[in-house]
């Protein structure tokens, strides 16, 4: 029988025996089905909104907690334990597919704005922005989720920190299986860049507001 990621005592019963026999089988199908490692990469989809307003926009690279630093895809089975996948693993470096998906969602929402990663060229007469990103979790959660967490900083051209927020996305899964599970995610890591872009989006403050 198939388990899958909604049904949570499936899933969990799935999970604890993989660590027994085959690795994850029946979250990709039924046992002995999955002729090897699968591979994934995070979806794009183009944004609702669009924020006309010229600036230049520097992403650095995204940081990741220790615990997401590995090519499986990271399970969260409890309140307390987590899993990395060994069948199920991202096709590229999870802090790199992150950096870029954020960079190209701001390109899209932000039509007039050069948005470059951290250390490329800037365009000159316009105001600068630095965007951080530290994220804790990012993974398929027990209760049928994809959940990214962490926290969002904003600096000024000169690195004084303008605003930061502490973040958490849920997304429900649309399916069962894994690749609902990185469609999930994605979909996740847009609406944080959504909420990015809408917070660059925002006139800047005149000095007399500054002083507010």
Same mark, same amino acid.
């Given at each position: ?5 909604? *049904?949570? /005592? %499936? ?9 027994? !026999? /085959? ?5 990709? !199908?039924?046992? =002995? *089905? ?5 591979? #994934? @990469? ?8 669009? #924020? ?5 926009? &520097? +992403? ?9 630093? !590995?090519?499986?895809?990271? @399970? ?6 987590? #899993? ?18 954020? $960079? ?12 470059? *990663?951290? =250390? $490329? /060229?800037?365009?000159?007469? +316009?105001? +600068?922005?630095?965007?951080? +990103? ?29 605003? $930061?927020?502490?973040? *958490?996305?849920?997304? /429900? ?6 690749? &609902? ?9 847009? $609406? ?15 000095? %007399?507001? %500054?002083?507010?």
């Amino acid at each position: 029988m198939m388990t899958t990621l909604r *049904s949570r /005592p %499936a899933f969990m019963t799935g999970l604890l025996l993989t660590l027994l !026999g /085959p690795l994850l089988a029946g979250l990709s !199908g039924c046992a =002995g *089905s999955d002729p090897g490692p699968s591979s #994934y @990469l995070l979806p794009s989809t183009a944004p609702a909104t669009h #924020y006309p307003r010229a600036m230049a926009v &520097a +992403v650095a690279p995204v940081g990741i907690a220790g615990h997401l630093d !590995g090519d499986g895809i990271m @399970l969260q089975l409890n309140d307390i334990e987590v #899993y990395q996948a060994r069948q199920h693993r991202w096709a590229e470096d999870i802090g790199k597919q992150l950096q870029q998906r954020l $960079q190209q969602r701001l390109t899209q929402s932000l039509n007039q704005a050069q948005v470059v *990663s951290k =250390g $490329q /060229p800037l365009q000159e007469g +316009v105001p +600068v922005r630095e965007i951080r +990103v530290q994220v804790s979790r990012f993974q398929g959660h027990h209760d049928g989720i994809a959940l990214a967490e962490g926290q969002w900083q904003l600096l000024d051209g000169g690195g004084r920190l303008l605003k $930061q927020a502490n973040f *958490s996305v849920e997304q /429900p899964l649309a399916d069962d299986g894994y690749p &609902a599970l990185v469609r999930a995610l994605g979909a996740a890591w847009e $609406q944080l860049a959504d909420q990015l872009a809408a917070e660059l989006g925002q006139p800047a403050a005149t000095p %007399a507001q %500054a002083a507010l």
